[in-house]
């Protein structure tokens, strides 16, 4: 089978472009794969009564901590990695043995101890159970006020894109950068090839490893395009990221997903959220809806700036495709800087306008509800367009 046959198998499951699906290759019958009813994703089934995927079914026989934000974080990352590695698990403290306690810092307590099962190795499908490594030492980190843990802390434990240039921002080259930005690509293609929009894409929700393989996450706003060209849902987003037409009120496209892509590229660019220095509000919608875009800085591949004004553009037609990005990203692609510097690569030149920074404290980079921030704008908007009308008119 093509590959291209072969993407349209596939389903809103995330998809690292370095790992192999979890489905098989070969044709199956679509009636295997529905929405479950648990993490709201097409999926293929477990049990046809519960419409409950595999990927939940088995998150279920997980042991829960009864700490709400540390089980939905130890959900999502068991339904939604797809290599085991990815997927955590509580340990109850009677799982370990033979704690000794080694050094104290100013955050947390440090012990050594043996974990009788050990971490989990494998799905046994015939008794539908994990299998466990087996005892093995390990380090334990005791964090001081853990008993307050919250989902901002656990966020940053996925790894996310946002994170990673935060911290190794001046650390990694524009090769570096590149190969990043390839493998998103080329994730964000077999997103779009099942015909998913993702309609929260950011930085915040693409997770990436020390070999710079990047996967795409938290799709549970993801609907076919089909299903999106009926949606009357909420706007649900980050601002900068969200499309100017999207901001306007119409629905969500491909396209929409393009216009964040050419945010993330900013971010890998600068080293900053985009309109980091600005108060997300109403005004910034309209700003965003009037064509006004995060600020270019230099010092980038031949081709990266211009690629990044395509996938912004106001209008949505003009956009570059998945299939584009990923074509151009790819080493045989438009973008000569595999060829031309490979051997020579541009350095990041350390300069006021890039590098990490601390943001405006009305700048939120959280996804949230927009539409009331949308409709709030529209009509402040309209009435500036209606006011700047009759004064051109009473000048004529």
């Not at 995927?53 to 026989?61: H, L, P, T």
């Not at 015939?126 to 087996?134: L, P």
């Not at 539409?371 to 367009?385: D, N, Q």
Request: charge should be neutral.
């Amino acid at each position: 089978m093509d590959q291209q046959s072969n993407y349209k198998l596939k389903t809103d499951f995330l998809i690292s472009s370095d790992v192999p699906l979890n489905h098989p290759t070969q044709t199956t019958p679509k009636s295997i794969f529905k929405k479950c009813n648990e993490c709201k994703r097409r999926r293929k089934v477990f049990n046809e009564t519960d419409q409950i995927c595999y990927q939940c079914y088995k998150a279920k026989k997980i042991p829960l901590s009864g700490n709400k934000v540390i089980d939905d974080f130890i959900k999502f990352t068991l339904t939604n990695y797809c290599k085991k590695e990815g997927g955590m698990e509580f340990v109850p403290y009677e799982k370990f043995k033979d704690i000794e306690f080694i050094a104290e810092g100013g955050f947390s307590r440090i012990y050594k101890a043996t974990w009788i099962d050990g971490p989990i190795i494998n799905w046994d499908k015939k008794n539908q159970k994990y299998d466990y490594y087996g005892k093995m030492k390990v380090a334990l980190k005791e964090l001081n006020n853990s008993e307050n843990i919250n989902s901002r802390e656990l966020n940053e434990l996925k790894g996310d894109l946002a994170h990673y240039i935060a911290d190794n921002f001046f650390n990694y080259s524009w090769e570096d950068k590149l190969c990043i930005l390839r493998n998103i690509a080329s994730g964000l293609e077999n997103i779009h090839d099942a015909n998913i929009i993702h309609k929260d894409y950011h930085s915040g929700n693409i997770f990436v490893e020390a070999s710079y393989s990047a996967t795409t996450g938290d799709l549970g706003l993801s609907k076919s395009a089909i299903e999106s060209l009926d949606d009357e849902n909420e706007i649900y987003g980050i601002i900068p990221y969200v499309a100017p037409e999207v901001l306007q009120g119409q629905k969500y496209t491909k396209a929409s997903d393009i216009y964040s892509f050419g945010m993330i590229m900013w971010e890998l660019m600068t080293g900053r959220r985009p309109f980091w220095d600005k108060n997300h509000d109403a005004e910034l919608i309209i700003e965003i809806c009037d064509g006004v875009r995060p600020p270019i800085v230099t010092n980038a591949p031949e081709g990266y700036v211009e690629l990044i004004k395509e996938c912004w553009h106001s209008d949505s037609n003009k956009r570059p495709t998945a299939n584009d990005l990923s074509n151009i990203f790819s080493y045989n692609g438009k973008l000569d800087y595999y060829k031309e510097y490979s051997n020579y690569p541009t350095k990041i030149i350390k300069s006021p306008d890039i590098g990490p920074i601390v943001n405006n404290p009305n700048a939120v980079y959280k996804s949230r509800p927009l539409s009331a921030m949308v409709k709030s704008a529209e009509s402040t908007r309209s009435l500036k367009i209606q006011s700047k009308n009759y004064f051109t008119n009473c000048i004529i």
